[in-house]
């Protein structure tokens, strides 16, 4: 069972509702190209197969603000502040219509990427850090936190990998440098110290995504193992 | 990232609130006449304008997928981008910068649809401080005589019928617009509203509301003929607004 527990408010009334979250609320974080979704196609069928069922929802899939929030990253005039505060609508609006009626409904809900993720984005752009920890106040605590960590170095070939530098996962909207490698490299510097520094505010796990990918899941399937209903 | 009353910029902002039809459109549109032909360089923005949030709310509202706290967040985005892009850079260049409704219209609207009170005057706290923020205080009555005397339809979320106040519309509305009224009497002593009367005619409305800011103008550059002209040519386009521009308009609104 999901506690009722919150960064900052219940936003939702859950608890005047007596709501009861039967489900858990299984977070994966870490930096772009980290291996996060790899990991998420690795655990579902292992969960599935073990008669859970899964439920997995990812940034920009909003019904409300999705499609709004991608329009608007391919123009020119998306400022930082409009830029979090369209992510924090995409999140609110997952989080209230898959996220809670899901855990509600006995699901194991599997987020591939949380708050951590938009607050880290967010500190690196500007802003205000307890601005942007204030509003995500409203965010559920998980029943884990998997952080998948990486260093830059060992970043860099897997980004080669699959296939090289985007606009936004190399910070561009702030040119951090004079090409996506060198902006690429400050902006995800800055996004793992974000990281860094949340990992013992919010209680991350931290699994060292360097190691090869089975090893990985099998770290992440340790963790998750105890915290399944009969597990 | 400045915070509410934080920035220090040469300009100068200005910005109306209260109930829909206490007037305080009229009474801006009034004033930035006056200000521009005393050569001020003037910006303006209204809520809910956005060009970049504009679909997602409208979507929003049309399917009734917005909760209180995405109702919250989506009218946030949008006052974040025009935050962004139509009233801080102009207030650093120096001009005037005059808003139809500003984050009051949120905290009143929010709360009135119980959204923590505290969060989201936190979720605001990027926005520019008004050098003067004028509230047009009206009795219910008088407001709700305005609005319902030319119109048959109150739409879903301006009447508040996502609270589930009441089933009739028209009820929910004028249950909704008290608790409105409410968030705005609570805030004067809070934000430092200067409270203006409504129900006076309009020009000694707009008289004393010229008296209230000329104070403040002292130090402010004006510009020459040729931004006039252009000033001049702004207001005029949105005078004269084709009809898919007023229906837009009227959806703003709520």
């Avoid at chain 1, 939702?12 to 299984?26: C, D, F, N, Q, Y």
């Avoid at chain 1, 995500?136 to 029943?143: F, H, I, N, R, V």
Wanted: charged share 25%.
């Amino acid at each position: 069972m999901t506690k009722l527990s919150f960064y900052g408010i219940d936003a939702i009334h859950l608890k005047e509702s007596e709501a009861i979250l039967p489900g858990r609320l299984i977070v994966i974080e870490g930096t772009d190209s980290v291996g996060r979704s790899t990991q998420l196609n690795r655990l579902r069928p292992w969960l599935e197969s073990s008669g859970y069922a899964v439920v997995d929802t990812e940034m920009t899939r909003s019904v409300l603000a999705g499609p709004g929030l991608k329009k608007a990253k391919e123009g020119h005039t998306l400022g930082p502040i409009t830029l979090n505060l369209f992510y924090a609508t995409d999140f609110v609006d997952r989080f209230e219509n898959q996220i809670i009626p899901a855990l509600r409904a006995g699901f194991v809900v599997l987020t591939d990427r949380y708050i951590f993720s938009l607050i880290a984005r967010a500190v690196v752009r500007g802003a205000d850090p307890q601005w942007i920890r204030s509003i995500y106040g409203l965010a559920l605590k998980p029943d884990a936190i998997f952080y998948l960590k990486i260093s830059i170095h060992d970043l860099i070939p897997r980004v080669l990998q699959r296939g090289g530098f985007d606009y936004w996962e190399s910070g561009m909207d702030m040119r951090l440098g004079p090409d996506l490698f060198e902006s690429f490299v400050n902006y995800q510097t800055r996004l793992l110290k974000q990281f860094d520094d949340m990992s013992e505010e919010y209680g991350f796990q931290i699994i060292d995504a360097s190691l090869p990918i089975e090893y990985v899941t099998e770290q992440l399937k340790e963790g998750i193992f105890p915290l399944l209903p009969q597990g | 990232m400045e915070t509410y009353g934080l920035h220090r910029y040469p300009g100068r902002l200005f910005i109306v609130e209260g109930v829909d039809g206490s007037g305080k459109s009229t009474q801006i549109a009034l004033l930035r006449q006056w200000l521009i032909s005393e050569g001020y360089p003037v910006f303006f923005s209204e809520w809910n304008s956005s060009p970049l949030v504009k679909q997602t709310t409208s979507k929003g509202k049309k399917k009734q997928l917005l909760t209180p706290t995405t109702f919250s967040l989506i009218h946030a985005t949008d006052f974040a981008d025009r935050t962004e892009h139509d009233i801080i850079p102009p207030l650093k260049a120096g001009a005037i910068v005059l808003a139809d409704r500003y984050i009051y219209t949120a905290f009143a609207r929010d709360v009135a649809r119980n959204v923590d009170r505290h969060w989201v005057r936190e979720l605001y706290q990027f926005a520019v401080k008004p050098t003067v923020a004028f509230y047009y205080r009206v009795p219910l009555e008088v407001s709700l005589n305005r609005i319902l005397g030319g119109r048959t339809e109150l739409k879903y979320y301006e009447a508040g019928m996502d609270l589930g106040l009441s089933n009739d519309p028209l009820e929910s509305f004028k249950l909704f617009q008290q608790r409105i009224v409410d968030e705005y009497e609570a805030m004067v002593g809070e934000f430092g509203l200067t409270v203006m009367d409504a129900t006076l005619p309009i020009p000694d409305q707009q008289r004393r509301m010229r008296e209230i800011i000329k104070p403040y103008l002292r130090g402010v550059r004006r510009v020459r003929s040729s931004a006039q002209e252009s000033a001049w040519a702004g207001l005029a386009r949105e005078m004269r607004p084709s009809q898919v521009e007023v229906s837009e308009a009227r959806g703003r609104e709520q």
